[in-house]
């Protein structure tokens, strides 16, 4: 449990869980400590495994822990601890906003919220994550959609979603320098919105630029993409409810951010 939930990691969930519900009229059973519900959710989303098979060492039963992880969910408990995660790392000086990058990736989906026919995978339902990562790869933002939603109608909602994350020196940050993408992203409208806030479109031109002179700086958010496929419950969408598979890449993303942290 130690590995799962250690103690720094514990500390900052402090600040973000809410208070345990109380019962003015006394009774009922024992409520299972949140530690131990943190590293039953961690388990399931490192290692991909099913709810029911949940190992008997946490000491809880799976329907204690995906109750806890719903009402997490919806009080955004791993969108906030993200977020903190961000400051920690913007604090230290760890994020670096001079060049950014952006990219997508798609996992198959049985069924559920926000799924669609992926085009490239013979149709096939599944779902979309997309990403911002800064220059060494830590990821800014992060966002889900329909496997069918192209990734230009995505990009604006993301650059938006990044929040004002502190800094070492000076006030908080949220825009990048530059944002670098490959040509599914060449639009003029796009450009024309980087532009308005500041950051400078770095996007290959279909038709005329190569995208191998992109990749000098895009391997960064591939490399991340790699890293959210650590939580193998990424691999595939198993969730009907969009807000748990958001819940999944946001623990995804918080861990990517402590590991950092703590290195």
């Not at 000491?59 to 903190?84: C, D, M, N, P």
């Not at 479109?201 to 391997?219: D, K, N, T, V």
């Not at 790699?226 to 598979?245: I, K, P, V």
């Amino acid at each position: 449990m130690c590995r799962l939930a250690p103690d720094e990691l514990w500390e900052l969930f402090l600040r973000v869980v809410p208070p345990a519900p109380t019962r003015p009229q006394g009774g009922g059973r024992r409520r299972v400590d949140d530690r131990v519900i943190l590293a039953a959710i961690v388990y399931v989303a490192t290692t991909g495994c099913a709810w029911r098979q949940l190992p008997p060492v946490f000491g809880a039963s799976w329907q204690t822990v995906h109750r806890r992880f719903t009402e997490w969910s919806a009080a955004r408990v791993w969108a906030k601890l993200y977020r903190i995660l961000l400051d920690e790392l913007g604090a230290r000086g760890e994020l670096d906003w001079s060049r950014c990058a952006v990219d997508s990736v798609s996992v198959r989906a049985m069924k559920g919220e926000l799924t669609g026919p992926n085009p490239v995978d013979r149709g096939k339902k599944g779902s979309k994550i997309h990403l911002i990562t800064e220059r060494t790869g830590l990821p800014l933002a992060v966002a889900i959609s329909a496997a069918n939603v192209h990734d230009s109608l995505a990009l604006e909602p993301l650059v938006r979603s990044i929040p004002p994350v502190r800094s070492r020196r000076g006030p908080r940050r949220r825009r990048p320098a530059k944002l670098h993408g490959d040509k599914g992203y060449d639009y003029s409208h796009l450009r024309t919105f980087l532009h308005s806030r500041g950051i400078i479109p770095r996007i290959a031109r279909r038709g005329i630029e190569s995208s191998q002179r992109l990749g000098r700086h895009r391997w960064v958010v591939e490399r991340t993409v790699s890293w959210l496929a650590g939580c193998r419950r990424l691999h595939r969408r198993y969730e009907r409810r969009a807000d748990h598979f958001a819940s999944f890449v946001a623990i995804a993303a918080a861990l990517i951010c402590y590991r950092r942290l703590t290195k």
